[in-house]
Nanobody, 118 residues
């Protein structure tokens, strides 16, 4: 059974930091590119950051560049999102996403709420 379980969300003040984790099981994690998406109320889900299967390449949406860092530990089947200098506009539900385009397989986590507010 495939599972992506996010953790680490919560309430933080502007300028603060959080680290999200996504623990994967039920598939060969090291062969999948992993991403973090987010969806704010009334807005479409957007890609925040992506990391290739071996971790050699990362991409970020412009609004988080220099503040967020995506990383992965293939030995622990876990992908992380370190979020620094958080802003109120970062408030959203953050989702973990795994994909193997060649196999046509895509998996979503259940999401974790991040709220940035004073």
């Amino acid at each position: 059974q495939v599972q992506l379980v996010e953790s680490g969300g919560g309430l933080v003040q502007p300028g603060g930091s959080l680290r999200l984790s996504c623990a994967a099981s039920g598939f060969t994690f090291s062969r999948y590119a992993m991403s973090w998406y987010r969806q704010a109320p009334g807005k479409e889900r957007e890609l925040v950051a992506r990391i290739t299967s071996a971790g050699g390449s990362t991409n970020y949406i412009d609004s988080v560049k220099g503040r967020f860092t995506i990383s992965r530990d293939n030995a622990k089947n876990t992908v992380y999102l370190q979020m620094n200098s958080l802003k109120p506009e970062d408030t959203a539900v953050y989702y973990c996403y795994g994909e193997h385009p060649a196999l046509g397989r895509r998996y979503w986590g259940q999401g974790t709420q991040v709220t940035v507010s004073s």
